[in-house]
């Protein structure tokens, strides 16, 4: 058994580089979806890890002001 479980919560957010040319994001991003799995493997790889949740802002980048409040 476990001595201690860290309960993983996870934030992904839109790479300004995964953006398309006219600023507006794809469905799912390349850059969210890559986030996403490489996360789940390392949280698999520890096993005194357990991913609790995923958050994401997919299509709002860091210089993207308007978003949905």
């Given at each position: ?12 957010r839109l790479s300004?580089?995964d953006?398309?040319?006219d600023?507006s994001a794809?469905?799912?991003?390349n ?17 005194d890890?357990?991913?609790?949740d ?6 709002y ?6 978003r949905?409040?």
């Amino acid at each position: 058994m476990k001595e201690h479980v860290y309960f993983v919560a996870v934030y992904l957010r839109l790479s300004r580089d995964d953006e398309d040319i006219d600023g507006s994001a794809k469905s799912e991003s390349n850059s969210i979806s890559s986030q996403r799995e490489l996360i789940r493997s390392y949280v698999r790889e520890h096993e005194d890890m357990e991913l609790f949740d995923i958050y994401m802002d997919d299509g709002y980048s860091g210089t993207n002001f308007a978003r949905v409040r």
